[in-house]
């Protein structure tokens, strides 16, 4: 049987032949992990040695159970770590969060940025090993900081060589006809992912009716014969092997690929409308098409393939970039990997276009003919008015009486004027509008006062900042009392940005008041010990701090009043 208080937590076996028996302080815990629910069994691990991994692991009998103690335990370990140590006390990792689980690569990518920035770690070192904020509340408002880390490294996925498939050259030994090709994983990669045909070809004959080696060698020599442009020969070759044909014929999965992007352009486009755009109508101008460098299939159905077409297909998959689900590796495991993904990428984009319902009602709404469509009569509700005429004028009456009532709206006279009565009638009106508007936008005094105040601020700061206009305040100031300005302004910044989000208050963040507190004070000394003639520049630019401390007391003393009346309510049975 497992009991828990706020103080420890014991354990007592249900057979009592067992000599396991617990009885250990929370004092001594340090960190509790447990499984997700809905693995085999429901686990919680307290922690006493994070480093070590020694521990107290429970198995319950349902999830249910264990979340109770889980929740519990994080809860008692958290009472426990708002209370203040000294920071010679502190534990030497403290990055492990009491009750929080982090990963390995979370805890290293922490450690990255307080080793890559002195003034986080300055700062993580003041609040987070001296106890005012906890390690959660410290990086849970650098949230960001760390997702940008960990996405830092370029998502974009990894290309292929812009040379055009390394072509492969044969090597021959000068004194025989033996020619001999050089495969490394990265140019098979990439003949998968230019020739798809080939990839399929691998997967249905390899290892089934040939091994690898013969297969790349029919590979090779198909693509010799079609480097020696030899379509006699090529045919011949192809009709005597059918394996060899296979790469001597048309890429059909290619071409299924170049008709889906076709179906994917917008309909709607008129290309026609658009030939005058360019300098093909004018003399001089263009590539001029007339057919002599066509090419079309042979008489023996082997097609005939044009540097363009292989430079176009190289350029879209080099565009497309590589796969980062397909790993170098065993040759059949990557021909499977591409195949995969082109499968998934396939049944994406079929996804998109049915789930597009703009460019379903685009191509709707261009495709329709108004002369054939239906009568699309909407429903609507008839209005039951008895007499239409008593009830627009009434609503009309209504209108004009309340314009004149609220003084808003335009006087109505049935006035019948000769054009002269018409424009001094005019001319009154204009002059009512201008009656308004010789009264000053501002009073003349106290833009003379502005105008002067600043006048005054502007002059006394040159005159005391000397001949460089490019001097500042903090350069006036001796380094020490600069560094510790700025220091206090961060601890302020990461003070009040905890103090803000705190409501409803904790125990936890009394600390934070406190710490603020003291920053108050030494704000304060900093003031008084500077010299007299840096005095006043100074006191401005610590004037902002202690407004914002200001602030947030007065914040937390008004929800103390509310917290205190609320309580004595209680306590007379008076409801808050």
Not at 194 to 213: G, H, I, W
Not at 358 to 375: A, C, K, P, V, Y
Request: proline share 3%; net charge negative.
């Amino acid at each position: 049987m497992l009991r828990m208080t706020e103080e420890r937590f014991t354990f007592t076996p249900t057979d009592q032949r067992s000599t396991v028996k617990l009885d250990v302080s929370f004092s001594k815990i340090k960190a509790h992990r447990f499984t997700k629910e809905g693995t085999k069994q429901a686990l919680l691990n307290i922690l006493h040695d994070t480093e070590k991994g020694g521990g107290y692991i429970f198995e319950f009998n349902n999830f249910s159970d264990r979340n109770v103690c889980r929740d519990f335990v994080g809860k008692v370990l958290g009472k426990f770590q708002t209370v203040p140590s000294p920071v010679q006390n502190a534990p030497e990792l403290s990055t492990l969060v009491h009750g929080e689980q982090i990963s390995a690569a979370e805890l290293e990518r922490r450690m990255k940025l307080l080793r890559e920035d002195s003034e986080l770690q300055k700062l993580h070192k003041q609040f987070v090993m001296s106890g005012v904020l906890t390690e959660a509340e410290f990086w849970a408002a650098r949230k960001n900081m760390l997702d940008s880390d960990t996405y830092r490294t370029s998502k974009q996925r990894a290309g292929f060589k812009s040379a055009i498939l390394a072509d492969v050259r044969p090597l021959t030994d000068g004194q025989s006809n033996k020619v001999t090709f050089s495969l490394t994983r990265e140019i098979i990669h990439q003949i998968f992912a230019e020739k798809p045909a080939v990839r399929q070809a691998f997967l249905n004959f390899v290892p089934s009716k040939m091994t690898e080696n013969d297969f790349w060698k029919k590979y090779f020599k198909a693509d010799f014969l079609y480097r020696a442009k030899n379509t006699l020969a090529a045919a011949a070759e192809a009709a005597e092997d059918e394996e060899l044909a296979v790469f001597l014929k048309k890429d059909d999965i290619v071409a299924e690929e170049s008709r889906r992007k076709i179906r994917r352009v917008d309909p709607t486009l008129d290309m026609a409308a658009d030939a005058g755009d360019d300098y093909m109508h004018v003399m001089d101008h263009g590539i001029l098409r007339d057919g002599s460098k066509e090419t079309a299939d042979t008489d023996n159905g082997l097609p005939q393939r044009t540097l363009l077409q292989d430079l176009n297909r190289h350029a879209a998959v080099v565009l497309e970039g590589r796969s980062n689900e397909v790993e170098l590796g065993d040759t059949r495991a990557v021909a499977e990997a591409l195949a995969k993904s082109k499968q998934v990428e396939l049944s994406n984009q079929a996804e998109d276009e049915d789930a597009n319902p703009d460019r379903l009602q685009r191509l709707r709404r261009m495709t329709e003919i108004e002369d054939l469509q239906g009568s699309q009569n909407l429903p609507f509700a008839a209005l039951c008015i008895k007499d239409p005429r008593e009830y627009f004028d009434s609503q009309h009456a209504i209108a004009l009486k309340t314009l004149r009532e609220t003084g808003g709206g335009t006087k109505f006279d049935n006035l019948i004027l000769s054009a002269k009565e018409a424009y001094e009638y005019l001319v009154d009106q204009i002059s009512e509008v201008k009656g308004g508007m010789n009264g000053p936008v501002i009073q003349p005094e106290a833009a003379i006062k502005i105008l002067s105040g600043l006048n005054q601020h502007v002059s006394s700061t040159k005159y005391n900042l000397g001949k460089s206009p490019q001097e500042s305040v903090l350069g006036r100031v001796p380094n020490k009392t600069k560094d510790e300005i700025l220091d206090n302004w961060a601890s302020i910044q990461e003070l009040l940005q905890h103090f803000w989000s705190s409501y409803p208050i904790t125990t936890s963040y009394l600390y934070s008041k406190d710490a603020m507190t003291q920053i108050y004070r030494r704000l304060e000394e900093i003031k008084e010990s500077v010299q007299s003639d840096v005095r006043h520049q100074v006191s401005l630019l610590i004037k902002p701090m202690l407004q914002a401390l200001d602030a947030a007391f007065a914040h937390f003393d008004n929800e103390q009043q509310k917290r205190s009346a609320k309580s004595e309510g209680r306590h007379n049975g008076v409801a808050p």
